[in-house]
């Protein structure tokens, strides 16, 4: 192969990496996410560094990490109010209000802290 011809091929690599890049980096709507922690009033236990009543977003991203079924998994915890221990007492889990693009997207927001 010439020089010429291995250079373009490689830009073109590049270039297709990048995009791949590009999509796998799915977009977090952060400001979307935190208005959807307020209205679902999870703030109230809830934060993205530290503990209150339940872990920080940063604990449970860290307890993910790697789990190809995270997002799905945090779903379910979000959707289904599953029962959990708060402050040693059994309590029902709050339920994400709003739609399940805003579910999904809280979901990650969690996971990419
Ligand atoms: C009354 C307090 C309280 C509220 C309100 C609350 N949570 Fe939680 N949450 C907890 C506690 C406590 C745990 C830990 C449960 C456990 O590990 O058994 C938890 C666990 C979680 C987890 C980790 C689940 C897992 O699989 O490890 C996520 C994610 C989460 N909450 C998100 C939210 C979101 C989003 C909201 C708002 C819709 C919310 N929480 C509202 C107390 C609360």
């Known amino acids: 192969m010439s020089n010429t011809k291995f250079s373009v091929l490689l830009r073109a690599l590049m270039v297709a990496g990048l995009a791949l890049g590009a999509m ?3 977009a977090v709507d952060e400001a979307a996410a935190k208005a959807a922690f307020k209205d679902s009033k999870c703030t109230k236990c809830h ?3 530290k503990d209150k009543s ?3 977003y940063k604990k449970v991203a860290e307890k993910y990490k790697g789990q190809a079924d995270a997002e799905a998994k945090l779903f379910t915890h ?3 109010g599953p029962t959990i221990k708060v402050d ?5 889990h709050a ?3 709003g739609d ?3 579910v999904k997207n809280m979901a990650q927001y969690i996971l990419s802290r």
């Open 95 to 97: 339920k994400a209000k």
């Open 24 to 26: 796998s980096a799915q």
């Open 100 to 102: 399940e693009a805003s």
């Open 88 to 92: 040693g007492e059994d309590e029902v």
């Open 54 to 56: 339940g872990p920080s």
């Open 78 to 80: 979000l959707t289904t």
């Open 47 to 49: 934060s993205d560094d």
